[in-house]
């Protein structure tokens, strides 16, 4: 970095990477950023991870694409790993004319052929809610349907499930800073010290006061060290473990009668269903003695306050829904939502999964998760859009869009800034599927592995480069600023996807992504008393916000739910086994997740000096027993092979994991993790079993 002070402008923003939306300034420097610092934002208090204070270098790395390109017609086959220093063989520069031209009409061309839910898309939690809001908008008017996702369906789409169902809302009732009142916390299938850092330094302030943190997860993770109680339950194990836990409650009677009474429904049943699960019966399901279940379920329910946090630990199974409703029934009988220190609260993944959701990047819900079945919603968005009315059909999830294009049923597709090509169950499934498409027009900041299999190339600018709001797990609407210009040719997300917009003939006039926001608090009630001069001068807003001067309700649902009759629902879950479990081929149980270095497909984070000389090469963890029986070294090298395929990668030797189980970070492309994974799906969230498949490992 050099001299601190030795900067021209400093501009304000929020960090990329995760969901706890720290913010950061950022000291520019010759029209580069050159270093960045955490300030007092409502999430973070001037702190940063690792990410957000070094890995900001990829937005300035040569790989990134500069000018549009196309798809040479003497191109080899799709899908070849293009050399970002050698793509040449495969694409030519265009202008921007020409590369819109090419895509909108390839669209259009699919369109008149076969109708218009023949082109679908998914958009990016990378991207603003502007641009969230303008992608979805697109694929509803421009075609007529609902195929349009995104990766919440890939991280807690069955968490939101099942909220929605029980609670009416998806959000969090709580911030996590609310650990700072609480007495007991619960996580569970989430690893803060790697996953959401920042936050993690709450959780151990809150231990350090004396609050008792649970931890349950079948991986040791790195807060199990300041935890009362570590329960290293088995994988797959979470309802039977549950609902031992809530069993007891019932069986000592120390629930709270009067809460249940006043704020929920179908205890009755519920309670009915808990009699099965007696912790002495359950333990040998989860692996967690009856004894530690007992002691568990009555420190968290005789806490005058308490919390849960959960992650994709528990939303990533085919059963997610079903664990998640647990989670909310285990609140909700100890009466713990609605009062400081209390609260449900999925640790959201991306900076902005929670907005680009909020603002109807999903085929079931227009924005404010109203459903897209019902005509008068529609209407009002029509109306709103001066557009058709378009399908009362719910769309078709990630996975099931790449089913469908194996089918033949969708032939095209507008890929923002997401990374199918490795972020998808079984990926050479995907792979093939993408290969298949007629006209694939992917915009990204680099050529990415999704890219390989693009028609047309779409250069966008990164999140330091534009302006726009995101929202954070905290439900906090926050604003990000451009501190330094696009490289090349590249454009603000929101401008590509208008002139797309514009080519299909829907004749959008925005100027500014203020007037996006704008035309969305038509649409949504969330936004109500949040306005973009707000988000200017505040820098945050929490939603819902009550009056114009209102900071924003960081507890909500005190006084009863967003439900039909006012009242939470208690859902109750019996024990589904994964979807494929270990046998005499594949012995052990993989599970796959981030590392704290890296981020997602490592498309960014592996493109940051710093981050990629940390974390360089890809890496599984196995128990030092499981290495000493397959006679591997700390360090060696291992072949990890499912019924889907096989990949070989460097082994470290961690106790956290048990003997046997892999652990597979999926951020790196030479050794892709979702090769191996199970696309089975939860019904409900649609979400594949990425926590769990059956996986042989041997020395390499
Ligand atoms: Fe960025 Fe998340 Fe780290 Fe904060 S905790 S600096 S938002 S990656």
Redesign the pocket.
Known sequence: VGDRADFDTEVTSV?P??G???QVSLKVKDGKVKYVEGINGPA?EGR??V??RFGFDYIHHPHRLTKPLIRRDDAPAKGLNVDPANWQEFFREATWDEALDRAANGWKALTEKHGGGTVAGFGSAKCSNEEAYLFQKLIRQGFGHNNVDHCTRLCHASSVAALLENVGSGAVTASFNEVEHADVVILIGCNPVEN????ATYFKQFTKRGGKLIVMDPRGVGLSRFATSMLKFRPGADVSMLNAIMHTIVEEELYDRQYIEAYTENWEAQKAHLANFPPEKMEAFCGIPAATLRQVARDFATAKSGMIFWGMGVSQHIHGTDNSRCLISLALMCGHVGRPGTGLHPLRGQ?NVQGASDAGLVPMFLPDYQTVTDDSIRRHFTTLWGSDDFSSEKGLTVTEILDAVHAGQIKGMYILGENPAMSDPDLNHAREALAKLDTLVVQDIFLTETANYADVILPAAAFYEKNGTVTNTNRQVQMGRAAVAPPGEAREDWAITMALANRLGLGWTYSHPREVFAEMKSGMKSLDNITWDRLEHEGAVTYPSLSPQDPGQVIVFGSGFPRDGGRAKFTPASIIAPAELPDADYPMILTTGRQLEHWHTGSMTRRSVVLDAVEPEANCSLHPATLRRLGVEPGGHVRLTTRRGTISLMARADRAVSEDMVFVPFAFVEAAANVLTNPALDPYGKIPEFKFAAVRVERE
């Open positions: 960090c990477f995760c706890v939306g720290c973070n940063l991870c990410k957000g959401h850092p920042v936050a900076n």
